[in-house]
């Protein structure tokens, strides 16, 4: 079929939506009518090439939508289905049969590969195979995925809302809820108030954290992360964060989580922990020497993936915090035009815009 994606041709290239062919589902595939997707930082990253990516493409990994037909052996999900579309796993090795998907075997292949599991492509341009990012390629008025990538959802919810689920805020959530496991009374810092460490910030409140603090270079950032559960704000630029978060904590976080992406706020993060504590990064490691900080501070520091989240149990979960009120996603969206791609983009790396959520037309 015909479809309107955005493609990336170059790096570091505006995306432009274009009339691409995308192939029917095959077997253990769905195809998706996107209503919405998130844009991740991660597309962004992408769309530089800082991450390595095949291009042409089609990025987008935060899709939702309705399916409107699947492939041979589909269980997951039939047409009708809402869906929030998450990451790709093969569901079958190890790791994910004991319950660690994002641990995959082949995780890397799926998601960053660029081509569906039997290893072809279903976009295709002027004859041309286009890359699709994480199996899902949701900056697109349709996507053929994988029926791992699917995560069902009540009809009721908004699917422009949840989005960004698949992702972003699972990532942050799930690094407090699944990785963390903080509790009551916990001790978190967040650094980097985006859509990542925001989602932090609602599930450490969701969570009973008694201390919540968040560092970030924008004042709005920081109002909206108070708003949202932080007990503290520190902005970023001060040189003594780490000491006083030390102070706020009485002797430093149990917990950090590193969402700013960059590898000296890292360090920051490292040192604002107490003896024993974890720290946590999403993109960028931290810029220390992990052999001395954690030995001498006995530090566990480790690189996670989507929150070390399973997206059929996880996103359910989340779902039912926002049902009651106590994880207002709603807070970090602001809606774009399809057509306004270049401009949501530009939003967020400015910082104007926390997470923007792309309506797909009709
Ligand atoms: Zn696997
Ligand atoms: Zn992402």
């Not at 493409?57 to 939508?65: I, Q, R, S, Y």
């Not at 081509?115 to 341009?125: C, I, K, P, Q, Y």
């Not at 779902?319 to 949501?344: C, K, Q, S, V």
């Amino acid at each position: 079929m015909e479809i309107r994606a955005a493609v990336l041709r170059r790096a570091g290239e505006n995306f432009r939506i274009e009339r691409v062919t995308l192939d029917e589902p095959r077997a253990g595939e769905a195809l998706v009518r996107i209503v919405a997707a998130g844009i991740c930082a991660t597309d962004i990253h992408v769309q530089h090439q800082d991450y390595w990516f095949p291009l042409p493409a089609v990025l987008g990994h935060e899709g939702a939508g309705i399916v409107e037909k699947v492939g041979p052996g589909v269980t997951a999900a039939r047409p009708g289905d809402h869906v929030v579309l998450a990451y790709a796993y093969c569901g079958c090795c190890p790791a994910c049969r004991g319950g660690r998907p994002f641990a995959c075997a082949d995780y890397d292949e799926l998601n960053w590969g660029g081509r569906m599991a039997d290893g072809s492509a279903r976009l295709h341009r002027h004859g041309r195979d286009l890359a699709a990012l994480f199996g899902q390629a949701s900056f697109a008025t349709h996507a053929v995925v994988g029926e791992n990538n699917l995560v069902p959802v009540d009809p009721d919810l908004d699917l422009r809302l949840l989005a960004p689920l698949g992702c972003g805020v699972q990532t942050g959530a799930g690094a407090v809820l699944n990785h963390f496991r903080a509790g009551p009374g916990a001790k978190l810092a967040v650094f980097g108030a985006g859509a990542v460490g925001l989602s932090a910030v609602m599930a450490a409140k969701a969570a009973g954290c008694s201390v919540i603090v968040a560092s970030d270079l924008h004042d709005h950032r920081l109002a909206l992360a108070a708003e949202l559960g932080a007990t503290h704000t520190l902005d970023a630029r001060r040189a003594d964060v780490a000491a006083e978060i030390a102070r706020i904590t009485g002797g430093g976080a149990d917990f950090a989580l590193e969402a700013s992406g960059r590898a000296d706020v890292g360090r920051q993060a490292a040192d604002a922990l107490a003896a024993g504590g974890k720290l946590a990064y999403v993109s960028a490691p931290p810029a220390l020497d992990y052999s001395v900080a954690a030995k001498r501070r006995r530090l566990t520091i480790t690189g996670i993936v989507e929150g070390d989240s399973v997206p059929q149990v996880f996103l359910p979960y989340l779902i039912g915090l926002y049902r009651a009120g106590r994880f207002p996603l709603d807070r970090l969206a602001r809606f774009y035009p399809f057509a306004a791609i270049n401009r949501a983009v530009a939003d967020a790396r400015g910082g104007a815009t926390v997470k923007p959520i792309l309506v797909m037309p009709g």
